[in-house]
């Protein structure tokens, strides 16, 4: 505990200083101060529990040094010295909140007492304050405690008994009366409607999180546990709603707000049936398979009762016998890869709004089966798909929702009508590609992602293309046509070597020196000099 003792007189404040016991009274530090600026330092340096000052001081009296200190928020115990028995300084201490008024000459005994009385309240003030830091800290820490009680709960970290979830309860500081009622368990599954990867790693669940909070009264006491970055499960007791139909139409006002604040994303809102905290944890597992084997096409809450997906979807089964895979074909050696894209799209123009996932799983290789039957009518090797195949979404991905399924397979279609085209006349194909190489010569820029972009191709199908079909390494044609130009103008005319250089693609005459000499073997001044 600390001490600030104030007074203009030396002497004074010595006296104090040295007719105290301080280890005595549990104080640990005495500062002074001889002014009411030099007071002020020390507030802004020190925690001080006590101050004990003068009234009468020049530049700011006591008085003025307590007023600034209740204006700043400090809040040590305040005990005023006086030389004169004054009824205004008197009420001036009241007004001013300071626990004693003491007049000098200073008695040490009188002035003990005040100071223990003193070293009481401030012991008082301490722990009250420390009693409100734990209670804000309690508080603050709320959201995170319950997000680990439920975290504990639905990953059965906390066994489903009775007895453990009390303890847990009691641990994470969880109402007790949660063991005793029934919940709803809402499963927020979230996806962009863009398809791209930092679409899908930039979901903005706090702002989600925070939209449907503010849905409910200021008397919801929960949070949120995020499952995942693109799904986060809310328990809300049952007492919130009379019955299971109103739960329902409360989460479809949840999916309105949040389709209309955030246009960007679809929500798919999986609700349980009223279940006890017993059974979280299957509530969860069993919401989690559910939300794993459906997709949705818009945003839309599913209850529970619709878990039963053959019911639901019976239809799916004779679509998915009957898919048009040799018309699909058909369009596939036409160029006509849109119509299957529409094709696919019709599919899912039903009253429907979500689907099991096993109707992507079997258009994923409806697509598949149609693009190898075709390449194999065509003798043409699987070896110039798979790598292409490899840069797409992957299996996982693509059956995720019906953005993925769509870019996927547009994408895959794209890709085998260029094979197909570019196989149909390699020859054109090649010499299309030297052309290009032929007008560009002179450009630095010149490489295999130029001209990828000039033939509408994939950078790495077009290196392994040409590769195939002219038996050279496209790098090694670009280097060699460079060269075959640097040394018709070295022949030809009389410029310098920069010149040369910069007329053919090299980025300055040193690589150019090099370039030239590693396919020649002469340095291009001994070549010039040579002919």
Excluded at 6 to 17: R, T
């Amino acid at each position: 505990m600390n001490i600030l003792i104030v007074d203009d007189e030396y002497y004074i404040v010595q006296g104090i200083l040295h007719s105290i016991d301080w280890t005595e009274l549990g104080i640990g530090n005495v500062y002074t101060a001889y002014s009411m600026k030099q007071a002020q330092e020390i507030f802004g340096q020190q925690e001080v529990d006590i101050l004990l000052t003068d009234i009468e001081m020049p530049k700011g009296s006591g008085l003025d040094l307590i007023s600034w200190v209740n204006d700043h928020s400090y809040h040590p115990v305040k005990l005023l010295l006086t030389g004169h028995q004054d009824f205004s300084y008197a009420q001036k201490a009241i007004l001013l909140q300071c626990l004693q008024y003491i007049v000098k000459p200073v008695q040490t005994n009188a002035l003990e007492a005040a100071l223990m009385q003193a070293v009481s309240k401030a012991r008082e003030l301490q722990d009250l304050n420390r009693a409100k830091n734990i209670t804000a800290s309690w508080d603050s820490d709320k959201p995170l405690r319950l997000e680990a009680f439920w975290n504990g709960i639905f990953n059965r970290m906390i066994l489903s008994e009775e007895d453990n979830i009390i303890l847990a309860m009691h641990r994470f500081g969880v109402p007790l009366s949660w063991a005793k009622e029934d919940f709803y368990f809402l499963l927020f599954y979230i996806q962009p409607k863009k398809v791209s990867k930092e679409d899908r790693d930039q979901i903005p669940l706090d702002t989600i999180s925070s939209m449907i909070l503010g849905q409910f009264d200021s008397s919801f006491d929960n949070a949120f546990f995020k499952a995942s970055p693109d799904e986060i499960i809310l328990p809300v007791q049952a007492s919130f709603f009379n019955e299971y139909q109103a739960a329902f139409h409360f989460c479809e006002m949840l999916c309105s707000k949040l389709s209309e604040g955030l246009p960007d994303y679809r929500f798919s809102i999986y609700l349980s049936d009223k279940i006890s905290i017993l059974h979280a944890a299957d509530c969860y597992q069993l919401l989690k398979n559910f939300k794993s084997s459906t997709f949705a096409t818009e945003s839309i809450v599913i209850p529970a009762h619709a878990l039963e997906i053959d019911k639901t979807h019976e239809f799916s089964d004779s679509l998915l016998k009957d898919l048009p895979l040799s018309k699909w074909s058909e369009y596939l050696l036409q160029y006509k890869s849109p119509q299957i894209l529409k094709d696919v799209k019709a599919i899912f123009k039903t009253d429907s709004s979500y689907y099991p996932v096993r109707m992507l799983i079997a258009l994923y290789y409806g697509v598949l089966q149609t693009i190898f039957s075709v390449l194999e009518s065509k003798e043409i090797s699987m070896n110039e798909l798979f790598p292409k195949l490899a840069r797409h979404t992957d299996f996982v991905r693509a059956t995720s929702s019906i953005e993925e399924f769509l870019y996927w397979t547009e994408e895959l279609l794209k890709d085998t009508q260029e094979i197909l085209k570019v196989n149909s006349d390699s020859a054109s194909f090649v010499e299309s590609v030297k052309k290009f190489v032929r007008a560009h010569i002179d450009s630095e820029e010149l490489n295999r992602n130029t001209i990828a972009d000039a033939i509408h191709m994939n950078p790495d199908y077009l290196s392994y293309l040409f590769h195939k079909q002219s038996g050279m390494l496209l790098n090694t044609y670009i280097t060699n046509e460079r060269i075959q130009a640097a040394k018709k103008l070295l022949m030809t005319t009389n410029l310098p070597l920069q010149a040369i250089a910069d007329a053919t693609g090299f980025s300055n005459s040193s690589y150019f020196h090099k370039q030239f000499k590693k396919v020649t073997g002469v340095t291009p001044q001994q070549y010039r000099a040579a002919e």
